[in-house]
């Protein structure tokens, strides 16, 4: 089933009504557990913007008009996984603030879909596993917020260091590096330079919807949004499970809601553990040996 919020599906031609629109601060109520402000780590690696560029002042402008009630979605959904994201791309040499191509791509939700791209970073199921995730009828690890985010760091620094341009990169990204290489043609193409050149339509949308999320999110106040507030995620005990468990009996060993198990491990596309070499099962913390108990058990039968 198709994603009906993506922005990666906006046209190119989008006329925006809301040119000039102000809109006073949209506030998101905070939980306790909620940390104020931005991780420093979060910018440490700016991107340049090319904040003149026509498209990306329309695109900025519609994140301040029709596409508010997305942004803010996103800014919810991003609230536990977010910093974990930057931190991973970062770790890869990715500046952090593309991050918000998964606000583009699916607004953070781990179970979007898009003729055939599924999870947080819209990754198709051949890259994904080239970029090493398990993808197969048992387990998409596209949904897990932190091996997806690890897939996607390798494939963006792997196309940024084919283009040397961060830009060049995202337009890879969502259209292939076979057509961002014609484009490119026979010289390096410079952050500066891209939009200079005949670049087609849908490149420029989709880098210009990246870019104008990057800039109101590096500013929020500036056009109208609240600065985010991150929640620390929740811990976990990862455990190796090398025999098929339903996840209703695994729940009761550990006296715990099924529903929880499934938060925990979004990667798994049954209620149950695959019955293969091994799935590394995440556990609420705490429950490691209670399980390691009945699991032992289990295994005796």
């Given at each position: 089933m198709d994603f009906p919020g993506s922005l990666a599906s906006l046209p190119y031609g989008l006329e925006d009504p809301t040119r000039g629109f102000s809109a006073?601060?949209?506030?998101?109520?905070?939980?306790?557990?909620?940390l104020p402000g931005s991780p420093k780590v979060l910018w440490r690696n700016r991107i340049q913007i090319p904040i003149n560029e026509p498209l990306i002042k329309k695109y900025i402008r519609f994140y301040q008009g029709e596409g508010r009630s997305t942004v803010l979605d996103a800014l919810d959904n991003a609230r536990t996984c977010l910093p974990q994201m930057t931190e991973i791309l970062e770790s890869y040499g990715v500046p952090g603030e593309l991050v918000w191509v998964v606000?583009?791509?699916?607004?953070?939700?781990?179970?979007?879909?898009?003729?055939?791209?599924?999870g947080y970073w819209q990754l198709m199921a051949g890259?994904?596993?080239?970029?090493?995730?398990?993808?197969?009828?048992?387990?998409?690890?596209?949904?897990?917020?932190i091996k997806s985010t690890k897939a996607a760091a390798k494939y963006l620094k792997l196309l940024y260091e084919r283009y040397d341009s961060w830009l060049l990169a995202l337009a890879a990204y969502n259209a292939g590096a076979v057509p961002a290489s014609c484009v490119a043609g026979s010289r390096c193409v410079k952050d500066g330079e891209l939009y200079g050149r005949k670049l087609p339509a849908r490149f420029r949308a989709y880098v210009s919807k990246v870019m104008a999320a990057v800039a109101v999110l590096r500013e929020p106040e500036k056009y109208g949004f609240e600065s985010p507030k991150y929640i620390k995620p929740k811990g976990f005990d990862p455990v190796m499970v090398r025999s098929p468990l339903k996840l209703k009996e695994i729940a009761n060993w550990i006296d715990v809601p099924v529903r929880q198990l499934k938060e925990l491990n979004p990667s798994l596309r049954r209620d149950a553990v695959?019955?293969?070499?091994?799935?590394?099962?995440r556990l609420p913390s705490g429950s490691r040996e209670k399980f390691k108990f009945a699991y032992d058990v289990h295994t005796r039968r």
């Open positions: 006073p601060p949209a506030v998101l109520p905070s939980p306790p557990d909620a606000l583009v791509e699916s607004r953070f939700e781990r179970h979007a879909s898009n003729k055939g791209a599924v890259t994904a596993r080239d970029m090493g995730l398990r993808v197969d009828r048992w387990v998409d690890e596209r949904k897990d917020p695959p019955p293969d070499s091994g799935f590394a099962l």
